[in-house]
């Protein structure tokens, strides 16, 4: 079976959902295909800033469910190990989300307004000169616009002449906030060369997470046990088997930007996508 679109998008994660949700209002037809099955998980500490969530809040015409929101705060403290190096207030709150809820909110949003989602797609192959998408199943998907929002390592990548940046590399755990406790957005300095550790408040749990550009001599788990100790993990008895630890991912420290002109798309690492 063969299908047209105007626009094919590659990922169904924030960007790619944003997307099609986008194309949906604006009536542009299109179709979104990931390899996941949603909902599903995503390494990430969940922060969205305020300007981020005026862009939610558009996506879903001001009838957001703030069930998707965990926590919202107005503060943000910077440590350098355990001291408190300042404090300060945020104008414009941030909130914080689970990635398995968020995303599956955008993509539900995305069906809600009719958007057709090809998910669990592992086996399709593309043809870049056509345009076009062959599924498992042999159906063909020809998109006269094809949108990669596959996230960081993303396949279309070969298209461009830009060298692979260097991967940032982060563990996470989530703990009971019973346990350690906090309602500001916390940033850890000195556990970590060349990067950071983060305590965010999640609701029932805090988000304990650590990142750098990634280093093989670097012992991640070690340096995050560290952090929970020091924070009081260990002398409330906690148990690294309680957590769900440890979640590793790797990502791009920035985004990329395409530089060939002639490329059938354009995409960035994070964010939206553009013609
Ligand atoms: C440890 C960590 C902490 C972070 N914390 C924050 C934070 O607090 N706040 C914040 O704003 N950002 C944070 N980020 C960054 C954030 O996770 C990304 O910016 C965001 O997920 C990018 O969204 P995306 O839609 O571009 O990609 P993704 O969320 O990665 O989604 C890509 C989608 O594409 C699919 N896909 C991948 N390859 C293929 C393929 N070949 N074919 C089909 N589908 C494919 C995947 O299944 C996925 O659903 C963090 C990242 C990490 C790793």
Redesign the pocket.
């Known amino acids: 079976m063969k299908h047209e679109y105007e626009a094919i998008v590659?990922?169904?994660?924030?960007?790619?959902a944003a997307c099609g949700i986008t194309l949906q209002k604006s009536k542009v037809s299109n179709c979104v295909?990931?390899?996941?099955v949603f909902p599903?998980s995503?390494?990430?500490?969940?922060?969205?800033t305020g300007k981020t969530y005026k862009l939610i809040e558009e996506l879903f015409d001001n009838k957001i469910d703030d069930g998707i929101f965990c926590a919202v705060s107005s503060e943000i403290r910077l440590f350098s190990r355990t001291e408190l190096l300042t404090a300060a207030p945020i104008t414009n709150p941030v909130r914080l989300v689970n990635r398995i809820d968020f995303d599956n909110a955008l993509v539900k949003r995305y069906l809600e307004l009719g958007g057709k989602l090809f998910e669990g797609?592992r086996g399709y192959t593309i043809d870049y000169k056509n345009s076009s998408i062959t599924l498992s199943n042999g159906d063909v998907l020809r998109g006269k616009t094809l949108i990669f929002?596959?996230?960081?390592l993303s396949?279309a990548h070969k298209l461009i002449d830009v060298p692979r940046e260097k991967l940032a590399f982060?563990v996470?755990a989530y703990v009971p906030s019973s346990v350690i406790g906090t309602k500001s957005v916390d940033l850890y300095f000195d556990y970590l060369e060349n990067g950071y550790v983060w305590v965010f408040p999640h609701g029932d749990t805090v988000c304990v997470?650590a990142?750098n550009q990634y280093n093989k001599n670097d012992d991640y788990i070690k340096v995050l046990s560290e952090v929970l100790s020091d924070l009081g993990a260990k002398a409330a008895r906690f148990s690294p088997t309680d957590m769900s630890f440890p979640r590793a991912?790797s990502?791009k420290m920035s985004c990329l930007r395409a530089t060939r002109a002639d490329l059938p798309t354009r995409f960035r690492?994070?964010g939206f996508i553009c013609r």
């Open positions: 590659i990922g169904a994660g924030p960007a790619g295909i990931d390899k996941a599903r995503k390494t990430c500490a969940g922060l969205v797609e929002a596959d996230g960081a396949q982060g996470e997470g990142a991912s990502r690492a994070r």
